[in-house]
């Protein structure tokens, strides 16, 4: 591809073509100035590209704990480390850096190492419109140095559900499981702590 001072994205029919679908104008300038800079510097577009990857990539881990935490987890907040997602999303995204499709073909389980085994707290599947091509099973470990805290203390024996008075926290190890699922290689473990 190669970009030419001829090409205009900020023309004013097409900015007004835009506005009449209803888009924002405010978004769509920011938009292509984005497109703008990505054609100045292509060989940086690859860069923010993965680094925008990896954020959403990490909020969808957040969000999973998040979404776990009342429904299967059954505890009142989860602890994360910081940039504990960022680094796993990182991982995750060099794991499918050699496949076909990138993350788009991959599908991810997540799971909570327990002391009796594992919970699975979700499927996600990056892109449904690709077909699958390989599974990462990501396992997040908890915190085994943690002292029951003060507060499940105190509510022992009081009308709360012992259920939602628990606070899990992770430690910053996790474990990442890649198996292919059209090839008869061996999968790969990225186990970090």
Same mark, same amino acid.
């Given at each position: 591809?190669?970009?030419?001072?001829?090409?205009?994205?900020?023309?004013?029919?097409?900015?007004? /073509?835009?506005?009449? %679908? %209803?888009?924002?104008?405010?978004?769509?300038?920011?938009?292509?100035?984005?497109?703008?800079?990505?054609?100045? /510097?292509?060989?940086?577009?690859?860069?923010?590209?993965?680094?925008?990857?990896?954020?959403?990539?990490?909020?969808? &881990? /957040?969000?999973?704990?998040?979404?776990?935490?009342?429904?299967?987890?059954?505890?009142?907040? *989860?602890? @994360?480390?910081?940039?504990?997602?960022?680094?796993?999303?990182? =991982?995750?995204?060099?794991?499918?850096?050699?496949?076909?499709?990138? !993350?788009?073909?991959?599908?991810?389980? @997540?799971? !909570? =190492?327990?002391?009796?085994?594992?919970? %699975? !707290?979700? %499927?996600? *599947?990056?892109?449904?419109?690709?077909?699958?091509?390989?599974? *990462?099973?990501?396992?997040?470990?908890?915190?085994?140095?943690?002292?029951?805290?003060?507060?499940? &203390?105190? $509510?022992?024996?009081?009308? $709360?559900?012992?259920? $939602?008075?628990?606070?899990?926290? !992770?430690?910053?190890? $996790?474990?990442?499981?890649?198996?292919?699922?059209?090839?008869?290689?061996?999968?790969?473990?990225?186990?970090?702590?």
């Amino acid at each position: 591809m190669v970009a030419t001072s001829t090409i205009q994205t900020k023309s004013s029919d097409y900015i007004k /073509e835009l506005v009449d %679908r %209803r888009y924002d104008h405010d978004c769509i300038d920011k938009e292509l100035d984005f497109w703008d800079h990505c054609l100045a /510097e292509p060989e940086r577009t690859g860069e923010v590209t993965e680094d925008i990857t990896c954020q959403q990539l990490a909020k969808i &881990f /957040e969000n999973s704990l998040s979404q776990a935490k009342t429904t299967i987890l059954h505890c009142s907040y *989860v602890l @994360v480390p910081e940039k504990l997602t960022q680094r796993i999303a990182g =991982e995750v995204l060099q794991l499918a850096a050699c496949e076909p499709c990138g !993350l788009r073909g991959c599908i991810l389980y @997540v799971h !909570l =190492e327990m002391e009796n085994g594992y919970k %699975r !707290l979700e %499927r996600i *599947v990056y892109d449904a419109t690709v077909v699958p091509t390989f599974e *990462v099973t990501l396992v997040f470990k908890q915190d085994g140095t943690a002292w029951t805290s003060l507060q499940d &203390f105190l $509510f022992m024996g009081t009308c $709360f559900a012992p259920t $939602f008075r628990r606070v899990l926290k !992770l430690s910053s190890g $996790f474990r990442l499981v890649k198996k292919k699922l059209y090839c008869s290689s061996p999968g790969t473990i990225v186990d970090e702590g």
